[in-house]
């Protein structure tokens, strides 16, 4: 079966338990959880039976192995992240304000992931994987982006496949060096998997169906657009495909649109065909925000099953 790689960060999350504005005062917390979004996105790859690999670099702490042992558990090749001695894992504490936005102090920026490097382990994968998903936030890290932009460059000369997930986040979006990179990794992108609103970074037209014409046109072959709670769509150069939201109880959003993207980037490589393919998606997106935890809700294909089969029971 096809292998597939993602570059990118891995940190813990923590998160509070009641609503409200942020951390300003003690409060009542429940994690860490394994968390970033390249390890949320390549443990669903894993957790479907597909090969899956990462490249990243952890601190020689707990929550570096927090997240080393559970990728390991769920079957992820783990040997291209890097143990980085003296160095610490990054956190992000999250609280969910009482609208639904999220608010975030991170703890990411002096991390042991952002001075990745090209180490033989990394190379090994690099040369091996058949297909490369790449994050926008590997994009805006100096420390990753030159890793991520290489690493693509080097499994599209030798016939792999790539996916992109843009995944920008505000406080992102003034990396120095962002808008090449995305440009660069979008030219040779086969599925491109913005969310909403985010498609219209990358086009000059403000109307949906003319910004998917608009990036057909320039060479990718699939744009998947993930809607939250209003379902998934899928466009090629043979049509639109729409997949409903199955009905679910959310309990935390975080992590549903990589847990998306790492099903629908498994049974594409698997060769189901387009309805399938994202059938599965929306699935998998859907089972993730009924788990708290960023990485809790991915998915087995028994699980996708069971939750496809009772939503089909609720039809009328
Ligand atoms: P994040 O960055 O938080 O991981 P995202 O913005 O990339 O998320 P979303 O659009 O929120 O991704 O969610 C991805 C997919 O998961 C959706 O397209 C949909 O298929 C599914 N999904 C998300 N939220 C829900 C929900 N409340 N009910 C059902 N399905 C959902």
Redesign the pocket.
Known sequence: AATVLTIGEILVEIMATTPGEGFGEPQPLVGPFPSG?PAIFIDQVSRLGTPAAIVSRVGDDDFGRLNLNRLRADGVDVSGIEVAAGETTGSAFVRYRPDGSRAFVFNIAHSATGRLSLTPSAEALIERCDHLHIMGSALSAPGIAHLAREAVRRVKARGGSLSF?P?LRPEILQAPGLPEALDEVLAQCDVFLP??EEIFLFTESKDEAAAVTELLQRGIGTVVI????Q??SRFDQHGRID?A????D?VD????????AGAYVSFWLAGADPETTLRY??AA??H??TKLGPMEGAATLSGLNALLAAQNGKDP
Request: glycine share 20%; with cysteine.
């Open positions: 979004a997930d995944n969310s909403g993930k809607r939250g709670n379902g998934a997949a939201a199955l009905t679910v959310e959003p975080t992590g549903a649109g990589d847990c998306f998606a929306n997106g859907a993730a925000v």
